[in-house]
Protein backbone atom coordinates (compact mmCIF):
# COMPACT_ATOMS: atom_id res chain seq x y z
CA UNK A 1 0.00 0.00 0.00
CA UNK A 2 1.47 3.63 -0.86
CA UNK A 3 2.92 6.11 1.97
CA UNK A 4 0.89 9.06 2.18
CA UNK A 5 2.68 11.66 4.63
CA UNK A 6 0.47 14.33 5.97
CA UNK A 7 2.63 16.90 6.57
CA UNK A 8 1.94 19.94 9.36
CA UNK A 9 3.31 22.92 7.16
CA UNK A 10 3.44 25.62 10.11
CA UNK A 11 5.61 25.25 13.24
CA UNK A 12 3.69 28.65 14.68
CA UNK A 13 2.72 28.85 18.36
CA UNK A 14 -0.85 28.51 18.73
CA UNK A 15 -1.03 27.22 14.95
CA UNK A 16 -3.93 26.07 13.37
CA UNK A 17 -2.45 23.85 11.14
CA UNK A 18 -2.17 21.14 14.07
CA UNK A 19 -6.02 19.95 14.59
CA UNK A 20 -6.46 20.62 10.65
CA UNK A 21 -3.46 18.36 9.86
CA UNK A 22 -5.11 15.76 12.54
CA UNK A 23 -8.57 16.02 11.09
CA UNK A 24 -7.15 15.73 6.87
CA UNK A 25 -5.44 12.23 9.21
CA UNK A 26 -8.38 11.01 10.06
CA UNK A 27 -10.14 11.20 6.73
CA UNK A 28 -7.21 10.55 4.74
CA UNK A 29 -7.40 7.09 6.98
CA UNK A 30 -11.21 6.39 6.54
CA UNK A 31 -10.51 6.75 2.81
CA UNK A 32 -8.64 3.70 2.86
CA UNK A 33 -6.17 3.57 -0.17
CA UNK A 34 -3.23 4.86 1.53
CA UNK A 35 -1.15 3.80 4.89
CA UNK A 36 -1.33 7.48 6.13
CA UNK A 37 1.20 8.97 8.57
CA UNK A 38 1.24 12.53 10.01
CA UNK A 39 4.54 14.39 9.85
CA UNK A 40 4.64 17.26 12.07
CA UNK A 41 8.21 19.73 10.87
CA UNK A 42 8.12 21.32 14.45
CA UNK A 43 9.24 17.47 15.30
CA UNK A 44 12.45 18.05 13.18
CA UNK A 45 13.50 21.85 14.33
CA UNK A 46 15.05 22.44 10.82
CA UNK A 47 17.18 25.74 11.46
CA UNK A 48 16.94 28.22 8.26
CA UNK A 49 18.94 25.79 5.52
CA UNK A 50 22.04 25.21 6.92
CA UNK A 51 23.31 22.97 4.24
CA UNK A 52 26.50 23.79 2.22
CA UNK A 53 26.25 21.46 -0.45
CA UNK A 54 23.04 21.46 -3.28
CA UNK A 55 20.64 19.22 -2.33
CA UNK A 56 20.25 17.25 -5.45
CA UNK A 57 23.38 15.55 -4.08
CA UNK A 58 21.97 14.67 -1.17
CA UNK A 59 25.16 15.12 0.77
CA UNK A 60 23.98 16.03 3.87
CA UNK A 61 26.76 17.16 6.81
CA UNK A 62 24.41 18.18 9.70
CA UNK A 63 21.87 15.08 11.54
CA UNK A 64 18.68 17.10 11.20
CA UNK A 65 19.26 16.85 7.54
CA UNK A 66 19.59 13.31 7.75
CA UNK A 67 16.93 12.69 10.03
CA UNK A 68 14.76 14.80 7.89
CA UNK A 69 15.94 13.28 4.61
CA UNK A 70 15.14 9.57 5.89
CA UNK A 71 11.23 10.57 6.79
CA UNK A 72 10.73 11.98 3.94
CA UNK A 73 12.16 9.15 1.47
CA UNK A 74 10.02 7.40 2.89
CA UNK A 75 6.96 8.97 1.68
CA UNK A 76 4.93 8.08 -1.86
CA UNK A 77 2.62 10.69 -1.97
CA UNK A 78 2.31 13.86 0.59
CA UNK A 79 -0.97 16.45 1.29
CA UNK A 80 0.83 20.06 2.52
CA UNK A 81 -1.36 21.18 5.32
CA UNK A 82 -0.27 25.45 4.71
CA UNK A 83 -2.12 28.21 6.20
CA UNK A 84 -1.66 31.37 3.65
CA UNK A 85 0.89 34.17 5.19
CA UNK A 86 0.80 37.45 3.12
CA UNK A 87 -0.53 35.47 0.12
CA UNK A 88 2.55 33.17 0.24
CA UNK A 89 2.99 29.49 2.37
CA UNK A 90 4.91 29.70 5.89
CA UNK A 91 8.59 29.97 6.18
CA UNK A 92 8.69 26.50 7.65
CA UNK A 93 7.42 24.88 5.03
CA UNK A 94 9.42 26.41 2.37
CA UNK A 95 12.71 26.22 4.37
CA UNK A 96 11.84 22.41 5.04
CA UNK A 97 11.15 21.71 1.72
CA UNK A 98 13.70 23.29 0.16
CA UNK A 99 16.50 21.31 2.48
CA UNK A 100 15.85 18.00 -0.16
CA UNK A 101 15.35 17.28 -3.31
CA UNK A 102 15.63 13.93 -4.82
CA UNK A 103 13.67 12.69 -1.89
CA UNK A 104 10.12 14.45 -3.84
CA UNK A 105 10.83 13.49 -6.88
CA UNK A 106 8.54 11.84 -8.78
CA UNK A 107 5.72 12.38 -6.28
CA UNK A 108 2.32 13.96 -6.26
CA UNK A 109 1.77 15.97 -3.54
CA UNK A 110 -2.23 17.69 -2.76
CA UNK A 111 -2.90 20.68 -0.30
CA UNK A 112 -5.54 21.04 2.45
CA UNK A 113 -4.91 24.80 2.85
CA UNK A 114 -6.58 27.13 5.16
CA UNK A 115 -7.16 31.04 5.75
CA UNK A 116 -9.43 33.56 5.57
CA UNK A 117 -12.18 34.37 3.13
CA UNK A 118 -9.52 32.87 0.27
CA UNK A 119 -9.36 29.96 2.41
CA UNK A 120 -5.48 29.72 1.74
CA UNK A 121 -5.64 29.83 -1.82
CA UNK A 122 -2.94 31.77 -3.07
CA UNK A 123 -0.88 29.79 -0.58
CA UNK A 124 -1.47 26.78 -2.60
CA UNK A 125 -0.66 28.50 -5.86
CA UNK A 126 2.79 29.86 -4.57
CA UNK A 127 3.53 26.05 -3.28
CA UNK A 128 2.62 24.41 -6.94
CA UNK A 129 5.21 26.42 -8.74
CA UNK A 130 7.87 25.80 -6.48
CA UNK A 131 7.14 22.18 -6.35
CA UNK A 132 7.46 21.11 -9.65
CA UNK A 133 11.46 22.41 -9.48
CA UNK A 134 11.96 19.26 -8.26
CA UNK A 135 9.28 17.28 -10.19
CA UNK A 136 6.77 16.60 -7.65
CA UNK A 137 3.47 16.64 -9.49
CA UNK A 138 0.50 18.81 -7.52
CA UNK A 139 -3.04 17.72 -8.66
CA UNK A 140 -5.56 20.17 -8.96
CA UNK A 141 -8.10 18.62 -6.41
CA UNK A 142 -7.34 20.32 -3.15
CA UNK A 143 -9.30 21.34 -0.01
CA UNK A 144 -10.11 24.88 1.34
CA UNK A 145 -10.86 26.21 4.35
CA UNK A 146 -11.84 29.63 4.57
CA UNK A 147 -12.55 31.45 7.40
CA UNK A 148 -10.67 29.12 9.36
CA UNK A 149 -11.06 30.32 13.05
CA UNK A 150 -14.71 29.89 12.82
CA UNK A 151 -14.09 25.72 12.89
CA UNK A 152 -11.52 25.89 15.49
CA UNK A 153 -12.36 25.14 19.55
CA UNK A 154 -11.51 23.03 22.31
CA UNK A 155 -12.09 20.14 19.81
CA UNK A 156 -9.90 20.42 17.35
CA UNK A 157 -11.41 21.16 14.18
CA UNK A 158 -15.10 21.06 13.12
CA UNK A 159 -15.53 20.54 9.40
CA UNK A 160 -18.40 21.24 7.59
CA UNK A 161 -20.29 18.97 4.67
CA UNK A 162 -18.74 20.98 1.42
CA UNK A 163 -15.19 21.12 2.99
CA UNK A 164 -15.92 17.10 4.32
CA UNK A 165 -16.53 16.26 0.05
CA UNK A 166 -13.84 17.74 -1.12
CA UNK A 167 -11.50 15.36 0.94
CA UNK A 168 -12.30 11.60 -0.92
CA UNK A 169 -11.86 13.85 -4.38
CA UNK A 170 -9.14 14.92 -4.04
CA UNK A 171 -7.45 11.36 -2.14
CA UNK A 172 -8.58 9.56 -5.13
CA UNK A 173 -6.65 11.70 -7.59
CA UNK A 174 -3.83 11.85 -5.31
CA UNK A 175 -4.21 8.04 -5.45
CA UNK A 176 -4.51 7.61 -9.30
CA UNK A 177 -0.95 10.18 -9.66
CA UNK A 178 1.03 7.79 -6.68
CA UNK A 179 0.38 4.77 -8.79
CA UNK A 180 1.00 6.42 -12.03
CA UNK A 181 4.59 7.63 -11.27
CA UNK A 182 5.46 4.45 -8.96
CA UNK A 183 8.05 3.34 -11.67
CA UNK A 184 9.24 6.78 -12.27
CA UNK A 185 9.88 6.97 -8.52
CA UNK A 186 12.05 3.62 -8.60
CA UNK A 187 13.89 4.39 -11.16
CA UNK A 188 15.33 8.47 -10.69
CA UNK A 189 17.86 9.18 -12.85
CA UNK A 190 21.27 9.75 -11.75
CA UNK A 191 22.46 13.33 -10.04
CA UNK A 192 22.43 16.46 -12.86
CA UNK A 193 25.28 17.56 -11.06
CA UNK A 194 28.96 16.31 -11.03
CA UNK A 195 30.38 15.09 -7.98
CA UNK A 196 31.05 17.74 -5.16
CA UNK A 197 34.75 18.17 -4.29
CA UNK A 198 35.89 17.11 -0.84
CA UNK A 199 36.16 18.30 2.13
CA UNK A 200 38.43 21.07 2.39
CA UNK A 201 38.35 21.76 -1.16
CA UNK A 202 36.30 24.74 -2.72
CA UNK A 203 32.63 23.83 -3.04
CA UNK A 204 31.89 26.44 -6.32
CA UNK A 205 32.06 23.89 -9.27
CA UNK A 206 32.34 26.30 -11.81
CA UNK A 207 35.88 27.55 -12.63
CA UNK A 208 36.61 31.28 -11.67
CA UNK A 209 36.25 33.85 -14.50
CA UNK A 210 38.72 35.72 -15.74
CA UNK A 211 39.59 39.04 -14.48
CA UNK A 212 38.76 41.87 -17.80
CA UNK A 213 40.33 45.40 -17.02
CA UNK A 214 38.96 48.47 -17.24
CA UNK A 215 39.09 48.89 -21.20
CA UNK A 216 39.32 45.40 -22.06
CA UNK A 217 36.24 43.98 -23.97
CA UNK A 218 34.68 40.79 -23.54
Same mark, same amino acid.
Given at each position: ???????VGS?? #????????????HDR????????????????????? *???????????????????????????????????????? #????? *????????????????????????????????????????????????????????????????????????????? *????????????????? #????????????????? #????????????ST
Amino acid at each position: MAHLQIVVGSTR #PGRAALPVAAWTHDRAVAHGGFKVELVDLEDYALPV *LDEPRHPRMAQYEHEHTKRWSAKIAEGDAYVFVTPEYNYG #PSVSL *LNAFDYLSREWQYKPVGFVSYGGVAGGLRSVQVMKQIVTTVKMMPIPEGVAIPMVMRHLGDNGFTSTPIIDAAVPIM *LDELLRWTEALESLRHN #PPPPPMPPMPPPGAPLN #PFPAMPKVHKGEST
